[in-house]
């Protein structure tokens, strides 16, 4: 009789927990945070004329039909996971390793050939390293000053914007540090790209 009372006892613990932190308390802060933050709690969705564009926390690619990077707009990092925001995973590769090797020779010579024919000066020692690698969750919406300062020479030439105002933009899309100390300041690709949009659409 004792293992029964104990068992009962046991389970409807269980039950009772399973129904307080695994359905209540999820209902509970879902719905306190779809009144005090409701963008942020539907993973802080862009949209444009109502249609849903991205987020502003994950990174998207913005490429030709074909694959191939689209040269009017700003590109993120590379990903390794084709920014897929189910699957985040960083790359995993070591100092030492062969396929590290070859797969940021291959993003620097891709890198390259994007942007070297619109910024003469661009050498290989030039280029950010975030420019090559991916970020820890492999979609991080955000890429460095420098990265997107040799970008904006692509950007003014493709569609046809003083350079300086493409700067501007840049400037305008910064996201400072956290706190103002931690981390280092980065511009958000996604909502980069929707002012250059607005400023000049891509042809």
Do not use: C, W
């Not at 689209?70 to 590379?78: A, E, T």
């Not at 400037?171 to 929707?194: H, K, M, Q, S």
Request: glycine letters at 8%; aromatic letters at 6%; hydrophobic letters at 40%.
């Amino acid at each position: 009789m004792r293992l029964v009372k104990e068992l009962s006892t046991a389970a409807i613990a269980i039950l009772v927990l399973t129904v307080m932190l695994g359905v209540a308390y999820p209902l509970v802060m879902t719905g306190i945070s779809q009144v005090v933050f409701p963008g942020k709690a539907d993973g802080s969705q862009v949209t444009v004329d109502g249609k849903v564009v991205g987020s502003r926390l994950i990174a998207r690619p913005f490429t030709l039909r074909g694959g191939q990077p689209d040269p009017s707009y700003i590109q993120p990092r590379p990903s390794q996971t084709d920014y897929s925001a189910t699957s985040t995973a960083f790359s995993n590769r070591g100092p030492n390793s062969a396929v590290a090797r070859f797969f940021y020779r291959d993003h620097l010579d891709s890198y390259l050939a994007l942007e070297g024919r619109y910024d003469p000066a661009l050498t290989r020692a030039k280029v950010p390293v975030d420019a090559v690698t991916t970020s820890a969750s492999g979609v991080d919406p955000h890429i460095s000053q420098a990265n997107a300062g040799i970008q904006a020479h692509r950007i003014a030439a493709v569609r046809h914007l003083p350079l300086a105002r493409v700067e501007k933009l840049i400037a305008d899309n910064t996201d400072g540090r956290f706190l103002g100390v931690i981390g280092e300041p980065g511009v958000n690709v996604l909502e980069l790209n929707l002012a250059l949009d607005q400023e000049a659409p891509a042809r």
